[in-house]
């Protein structure tokens, strides 16, 4: 079976320090990976997605970027952290259009 | 720009209680629909999808949703709830036939509180 795995849990960073989220896939093929993120009271808001390897695609300007190094493996970045960046990120994988699988999620807050 | 609107920021009710929580979205073509949950302390997992058929759409633990295209409307249901359905609920839409992926929409969702 499929499992979607996210590292850290939870993450303190000063402002203007890097960030680097991990998520990760496991028993599946080219899936589709998305990030999104949740700010407090709001829904998700779709920030990346991937079809393939090296292939992202932005839905919202801002101060993250987006990388998929491996089939199965999509990293979530930023140079210098912002205060507004803080919140709850999600992964999640598909296969194709069908359903999304997300995985539990990053809290991170920027102090 | 298409959106998702969740009239219900928190509900709660008592067991046994009926419970409708409304969906409305905006977006003139074809859709597909989604609940999704998340329990405290799991992650956000799918309730019930609609993509094409029947408009009522029936789910896990007893939930439905029924489509209705002329209000644009995707509202979820369940005749009787448990304190187990206490959870934070997300409707979420995508337009049909995007091509092979998803970019789904969220609401903002809706918090259940159910007491015994």
């Known amino acids: 079976s499929q499992t979607i795995h996210q590292w850290p849990a939870t993450l303190v960073q000063p402002v203007g320090s890097p960030l680097s989220l991990e998520c990760t896939v496991e028993g599946t093929s080219n899936p589709n990976l998305y990030w999104y993120r949740q700010a407090a009271g709001r829904g998700l808001q779709l920030l990346f997605y991937?079809?393939?390897?090296?292939?992202i695609s932005s839905e919202v300007p801002q101060n993250l970027s987006a990388s998929r190094p491996q089939d199965r493996q999509f990293i979530l970045s930023s140079k210098k952290l912002l205060l507004s960046d803080s919140g709850f990120y999600l992964c999640?994988?598909?296969?194709?259009?069908?359903?999304?699988?997300f995985g539990p999620g990053t809290r991170l807050t920027v102090l | 720009a298409q959106s998702v609107s969740q009239h219900n920021h928190h509900v709660i009710l008592s067991e046994a209680a009926s419970l409708e929580l409304g969906c409305n979205y905006s977006y003139g073509g074809t859709v597909n629909l989604f609940w999704y949950v998340q329990y405290p302390g799991q992650h956000l997992q799918l309730l019930l999808k609609?993509?094409?058929?029947?408009?009522l759409v029936k789910g896990i633990k007893g939930f439905e949703a029924e489509f209705i295209k002329s209000k644009f409307s995707f509202n979820l249901r369940k005749p009787s709830v448990q304190w187990s359905d206490t959870a934070e609920y997300f409707c979420?839409?995508?337009?049909?036939?995007?091509?092979?992926?998803?970019?789904?929409?969220f609401g903002a969702g809706t918090r259940l509180a159910v007491h015994p």
């Open positions: 999640a994988w598909a296969l194709g259009a069908d359903t999304q699988y």
């Open positions: 991937s079809i393939g390897i090296g292939q």
């Open positions: 979420a839409v995508t337009p049909g036939g995007s091509g092979g992926y998803n970019k789904l929409i």
């Open positions: 609609y993509f094409s058929g029947d408009p």
